[in-house]
């Protein structure tokens, strides 16, 4: 068996969020959607890296890009170098205490955000063509919860030597051989791509893992 369901993306919790996805509303898209973003002003919501890189790569293309965090700045969740890259970038804002509260439009694209201000709890509305969420992601695992395969703490799949490296996971592996590098604590089942914990997050490794667990599984079946 091999696991391969991936994560899915953390949604915005605001209002107008699932109605506008895919038009207007995209997570993790950056690199697909910016051609259509062209001279037109786009807003990033997220702090972390992904949401930095987006947004550089956004600001080639767009007339504005503003990022919105609910941090006072990006210091504690970007990278220094990505930040000072962001800085270097006239079309690129960077908007602390920011949450989007309703996202509003037509039928078929936004026009407009609703924003809160949290540092004085006021509201207000600004133009907008498209939105960038980059809030995080949680794996699809909520169907094993209930089994024996080891999740971590955020719910990623716990593979190779991380399945006995802590002594509470010791008594999980049941053969006097060590697990293979993407087996589970369940002999013969093994995890590739987004949905391992660890995992590099990026198409390229998780398919390149996905070949490496065919390897794996016939090394297990050779041994039966």
């Known amino acids: 068996v091999i696991l391969t369901t991936g994560v899915e993306y953390r949604h915005l919790p605001a209002e107008g969020a699932d109605k506008f996805a895919g038009a207007g509303v ?15 002003i ?50 690129i804002q960077v908007h602390g205490y920011r949450q989007i509260q309703e996202i509003c439009g037509d039928d078929d694209h936004i026009q407009q ?46 593979t190779g030597r991380d399945v006995t490296t802590m002594d509470k996971r010791a008594k999980a592996w049941p053969l006097e051989r060590a697990p293979y590098l993407l087996e589970t604590c369940q002999p013969g089942v093994f995890a590739a791509g987004d949905v391992r914990s660890g995992a590099m997050n990026r198409v390229a490794s998780a398919v390149g893992e996905g070949a490496m667990a065919i390897k794996f599984v016939h090394a297990y079946l050779a041994e039966h």
Not at 118 to 145: H, M, N, Q, Y
């Open 113 to 158: 955000l609703l924003i809160k201000n949290l540092e004085d709890d006021s509201s207000f509305k600004t133009d907008a063509d498209s939105v960038f969420i980059f809030i995080g992601a949680r794996p699809r695992t909520e169907w094993i919860e209930r089994s024996k395969i080891i999740i971590d703490e955020r719910g990623f799949v716990v």
């Open 26 to 40: 995209y997570y993790g898209a950056a690199t697909t959607e910016a051609k259509a973003c062209e001279n037109k």
């Open 42 to 91: 786009v807003y990033v919501v997220g702090g972390g890296n992904s949401a930095g890189q987006g947004a550089v790569y956004l600001s080639k293309f767009a007339k504005e890009v503003h990022i919105l965090i609910r941090k006072p700045d990006l210091t504690s969740s970007m990278s220094s170098y990505l930040i000072d890259q962001i800085d270097g970038v006239k079309n």
